[in-house]
Nanobody, 126 residues
Framework: QLQASGGGLVQAGGSLRLSCAAS?????????MAWFRQAPGKEREFVAG????????SYADSVKGRFAISRDNRNKMVYLQMNSLKSEDTAGYYC????????????????????WGQGTLVTVSS
């Protein structure tokens, strides 16, 4: 089970940190984790992903250099630090997980992920 939190209203140029708490399942290090987002009227899109053991991460071009994904396997937490926020970052943000021990790559397709959190809304005012 995944529980996302940390969304809110922020001015353009500001920062937010999203959190995703995982419970149940196997040890978190066996799961690739990712953040997706979905704006009204648009499809869900990949934002960032991180391998189970950490060390390898992937970002959408639109957030590179501004967002950073991290994880704390011991405490079963995944984070998304979002800086220099823009109005186009406004969306519902969802954390997702898939069990792939020793994964070498990170999928950017929502279809690849088995578990989803309920989403947290981020609104960036210009």
């Amino acid at each position: 089970q995944l529980q996302a939190s940390g969304g809110g209203l922020v001015q353009a140029g500001g920062s937010l940190r999203l959190s995703c708490a995982a419970s149940g399942g196997r040890v978190l290090s066996g799961y690739n984790m990712a953040w997706f987002r979905q704006a009204p009227g648009k499809e869900r899109e990949f934002v960032a992903g991180i391998r189970g053991s950490g060390g390898i991460s992937s970002y959408a071009d639109s957030v590179k250099g501004r967002f950073a994904i991290s994880r704390d396997n011991r405490n079963k937490m995944v984070y998304l630090q979002m800086n220099s926020l823009k109005s186009e970052d406004t969306a519902g943000y969802y954390c997702a997980a898939v069990y792939i021990p020793n994964a070498l790559t990170i999928s950017t397709s929502a279809r690849s992920y088995s578990f989803w959190g309920q989403g947290t809304l981020v609104t960036v005012s210009s």
